[in-house]
T-cell receptor, first 113, second 115 residues
Framework: DQQVKQNSPSLSVQEGRISILNCDYT??????FLWYKKYPAEGPTFLIS?????DKNEDGRFTVFLNKSAKHLSLHIVPSQPGDSAVYFC????????????FGEGTQLTVNP | EPEVTQTPSHQVTQMGQEVILRCVPI?????FYWYRQILGQKVEFLVS????????KSEIFDDQFSVERPDGSNFTLKIRSTKLEDSAMYFC?????????????FGQGTRLTVV
């Protein structure tokens, strides 16, 4: 199942710099996109989301950009902090109530002090 | 902040045995899910549950699996006869469409090890 793909298994950045995590999708029926953060031995924690009617959503240090024509979204974290080190999952769904999430493989972000 | 809770955190079982994984979703949520993550693989959807019945299930969710909401608060996943390949982290999630959007909240997971 390659409907949601995160091509970078890992990313390492310096504290204070920008982290950019990327995600591509193939299913045109997806119209809602989410980013989850996951620490070891914990469940995914919701971070930020975006509907397909928007191209940008911002929440504090986190911004998600959506390029529908390219079927691509990205998560920007600025400034990055060591506590941001975690696995980040991109997920997509159809925005009908209760529909399933389809996840990407995840990207391990390491923010170095 | 309300949260989804799962028990046990770790379950070890012998192949062929039945296991029940338990979840207490967030109290006013209406949709409930089970996902799993086999080590090194993606988080995969298993099943969704709404209005006391399965609303959607994946091809993974075969006759060995069942879900139940026996008492209006707990949400359980039963695996009738476990196989080695059922070893994974199992995540429960619940969802209520809100003003802010459409996110599901996940529990901390149950690590199932089949030996």
């Amino acid at each position: 199942d390659q409907q949601v793909k995160q091509n970078s298994p890992s990313l390492s950045v310096q504290e204070g710099r920008i982290s950019i995590l990327n995600c591509d999708y193939t299913n045109s029926m997806f119209d809602y996109f989410l980013w989850y953060k996951k620490y070891p031995a914990e469940g995914p924690t919701f971070l930020i989301s975006i509907s397909s009617i928007k191209d940008k959503n911002e929440d504090g240090r986190f911004t998600v950009f959506l390029n529908k024509s390219a079927k691509h979204l990205s998560l920007h974290i600025v400034p990055s902090q060591p506590g941001d080190s975690a696995v980040y999952f991109c997920a997509a769904k159809r925005e009908t109530s209760g529909s399933r999430l389809t996840f990407g493989e995840g990207t391990q972000l390491t923010v170095n002090p | 902040e309300p949260e989804v809770t799962q028990t046990p955190s770790h379950q070890v079982t012998q192949m062929g045995q039945e296991v029940i994984l338990r979840c207490v979703p967030i109290s006013n949520h209406l949709y409930f899910y089970w996902y799993r993550q086999i080590l090194g693989q993606k988080v995969e959807f298993l099943v969704s549950f709404y209005n006391n019945e399965i609303s959607e299930k994946s091809e993974i969710f075969d006759d060995q699996f069942s879900v139940e909401r026996p008492d209006g608060s707990n949400f359980t996943l039963k695996i009738r006869s476990t196989k080695l390949e059922d070893s994974a982290m199992y995540f429960c999630a619940s969802y209520l469409r809100g003003l802010k959007g459409s996110e599901a909240f996940f529990g901390q997971g149950t690590r199932l090890t089949v030996v």
